[in-house]
């Protein structure tokens, strides 16, 4: 009898990897999702394809249209806008109820994940942060850490959904960015003041992290040619 890992099912994999290429913009937006040629680039079957896709357009990354099939959600500094009103509304509320309710495993877990954040990103070269994918993933991880404490699960995974829907804009202005911004300093103010449990500082830190980001953001897709 193998006592190995099970894999993961098909279909979480095929959710993963498509989930990853759109955040990279392998898949740019407005791109038509044809389930034929999705089938020779994942090497799987219609049926897992078909319900990555309606998961992802659950999660905001996809638009499906009965006529015209699935294609990338469109991106515009309006939408990103939009992402980012609601980010600020839920977040917020996942973080003071776990700056309420965290205990001291949630406290070490915060540290943790900024730690290995912070690793990776004193190993990337100077100049504009690269957002590569094990930074990007280390982030995340970061931030969700910071609210996982929220006792609602459907508020953490609005919070997870959202914060991917922000992570394609990231990575696609990434590309255009020339100066530098450090968010190390910005991230370790946010831990300090959360484990600190001053909710009304690690709030008003978390908030200017999102908005800054936000202004970043919209200056570069707007100075593009549309």
């Known amino acids: ?46 049926s897992p394809l078909r319900e990555a896709l309606n998961r992802l357009t659950y999660e905001g990354l996809v638009i499906a249209d009965e006529r015209r099939g699935f ?9 990103f806008n939009d992402i980012t009103r609601l980010r600020l509304i839920l977040d917020m509320q996942a973080l003071e109820e776990s700056i309420e309710r965290g205990g001291d495993e949630w406290e070490a877990q915060a540290i943790a994940s900024f730690y290995r954040l912070q690793k990776v990103e004193e190993r990337l070269p100077d100049g504009p942060l690269v957002l590569n994918s094990e930074w990007s993933m280390l982030h ?45 300093g910005e991230h370790e103010a946010i831990l300090n003041a959360t484990i600190g449990r001053d909710k009304d500082e690690a709030v008003a830190l978390l908030t200017h992290h999102i908005t800054r980001t936000q202004r970043d953001i919209a200056a570069i897709i707007g100075s593009l040619p549309s």
Not at 8 to 22: K, Y
Not at 71 to 79: K, L, Q
Not at 151 to 161: A, M
């Open 140 to 184: 995340k991880s970061f931030h969700m850490t910071l609210l996982s404490a929220t006792t609602s699960p459907r508020l953490l995974q609005s919070c997870s959904n959202l914060f991917d829907q922000a992570e394609r804009y990231r990575r696609f202005s990434a590309a255009h960015r020339t100066q530098s911004r450090s968010k190390s």
């Open 1 to 46: 009898m193998s006592t190995g890992t099970v894999p993961p099912p098909l279909v979480e994999v095929t959710i993963a990897r498509l989930r990853q290429d759109l955040l990279s913009n392998v898949h740019q937006a407005g791109d038509k999702l044809k389930v034929d040629h999705l089938r020779e680039q994942y090497g799987c079957s219609s």
């Open 71 to 79: 294609r990338v959600a469109a991106m515009s500094v309006e939408d």
